[in-house]
């Protein structure tokens, strides 16, 4: 089955390197130096949930890297020899494990580098890309199964789930494995998948990871370590504020499923868990009024914060 997924792309030329001169002639008829072509990078795909409900798992992303290498970029999935712009000539997986999918396992996502020759024509598009105007990109794949993830069946295989559904605390989406073939890449104005697209540099520079970038820009490294802290410290407040949660919710209802609750409990930001924080400590307060001997007692007491004297 063929897939096209669009995705949200940051634009900027790059510096070629020697070796990556060298991956382009391989794919050119005549030797080419570095002042006549135009190289960027393109977030092609990741392993992250769209706006389809589907995604590409690790071991997708993995296969489709080789099927990309030569693939044209073109317009709006116009397969015409007049749409090609651009061509990949290397493609990687980059892992982001600090970072967690909705599925629950590590972000990573598929990178190329694509090339195209200066010319008169494409100084327009060249133009567009620097200007941020060209800023989203599609690919063009197929795959051989759509897996359902809750119950593992192929969609239209009698599978009744419908993606985007939560089970149980779980999201409903289908996982797109089992690559067969990958068609192009597309300049196009709608992203289904956000996170993906043609990469930004920095001052003509590529950098892979934060700490690549520290070691160019070493003054931030003391605000980095601030907020690295400060992200610790909200992390967990999060934490302590979802394990609240869940045991307010078990006081309130004591037959409630403990793991249903602690899986409803992950997928909530601050204020819903506030929001539920009240509530089921109110409800937990109705449930148990002797252990809140001071709920009466002290009138200087609110009703909102009594309900925490458990």
Same mark, same amino acid.
């Given at each position: 089955m063929n897939i096209t997924k669009t995705a949200l792309a940051l634009q900027q030329a790059e510096r070629v390197s020697p070796e990556e001169l060298e991956l382009i002639n391989t794919w050119s008829k005549k030797p080419l130096t570095a002042q006549e072509v135009y190289v960027f990078s393109v977030r092609l795909c990741d392993n992250e949930v769209d706006?389809?409900?589907?995604?590409?798992?690790?071991?997708?992303?993995?296969?489709?890297?080789?099927?990309?290498?030569?693939? /044209?970029?073109?317009?709006d &999935?116009?397969? /015409?020899?007049?749409?090609?712009?651009?061509?990949?000539? /290397?493609?990687?997986?980059?892992?982001? !494990?600090? $970072?967690?999918?909705?599925?629950?396992?590590?972000?990573?996502?598929?990178?190329?580098?694509?090339?195209?020759?200066?010319?008169?024509?494409?100084?327009?598009?060249?133009?567009?890309?620097d200007g941020g105007i060209k800023k989203e990109v599609s690919v063009g794949c197929?795959?051989?199964?759509?897996?359902?993830?809750?119950?593992?069946?192929?969609?239209?295989?009698?599978?009744? &789930?419908?993606?985007?559904?939560?089970?149980d605390g779980k999201l409903c989406y289908l996982s797109l494995e089992e690559p067969a073939d990958a068609y192009e890449f597309s300049f196009v104005a709608? !992203?289904?998948? !956000?996170?993906?697209?043609?990469?930004?540099a920095m001052g003509g520079k590529h950098y892979e990871t934060l700490k690549e970038l520290l070691a160019d820009y070493p003054r931030f490294a003391g605000e980095i370590e601030t907020l690295k802290a400060?992200?610790?410290?909200?992390?967990?407040?999060?934490?302590? @504020? $979802?394990e609240d949660v869940v045991r307010l919710a078990a006081l309130a209802d004591p037959q409630a499923d403990m793991k249903v609750?602690?899986?409803?409990?992950? &997928? @909530?930001?601050?204020?819903?868990?506030?929001?539920?924080? $009240?509530?089921?400590?109110?409800?937990?307060?109705? /449930?148990? !009024?002797?252990?809140?001997?001071?709920?009466?007692?002290?009138?200087?007491?609110?009703?909102?914060?009594?309900?925490?004297?458990?």
């Open positions: 706006r389809d409900f589907e995604r590409f798992p690790a071991q997708t992303l993995e296969a489709l890297a080789p099927l990309f290498l030569g693939k /044209s970029g073109i317009f &999935h116009n397969w /015409s020899a007049r749409n090609q712009s651009a061509r990949i000539f /290397s493609t990687q997986v980059i892992s982001e !494990p600090e $970072r967690v999918t909705q599925a629950g396992d590590p972000y990573c996502w598929l990178k190329a580098r694509a090339y195209m020759v200066r010319t008169d024509d494409n100084r327009g598009l060249i133009a567009e890309i197929a795959v051989k199964r759509r897996v359902c993830s809750i119950c593992g069946e192929e969609a239209g295989a009698g599978c009744g &789930h419908q993606p985007g559904q939560v089970y709608v !992203p289904a998948q !956000p996170q993906a697209g043609v990469v930004k400060q992200a610790e410290l909200g992390v967990r407040a999060l934490k302590e @504020l $979802r609750l602690q899986r409803m409990a992950q &997928h @909530l930001e601050e204020p819903e868990l506030r929001q539920l924080q $009240r509530l089921y400590g109110q409800k937990a307060a109705k /449930s148990y !009024p002797l252990q809140l001997p001071y709920t009466q007692k002290s009138q200087s007491l609110s009703q909102e914060d009594g309900a925490f004297l458990i």
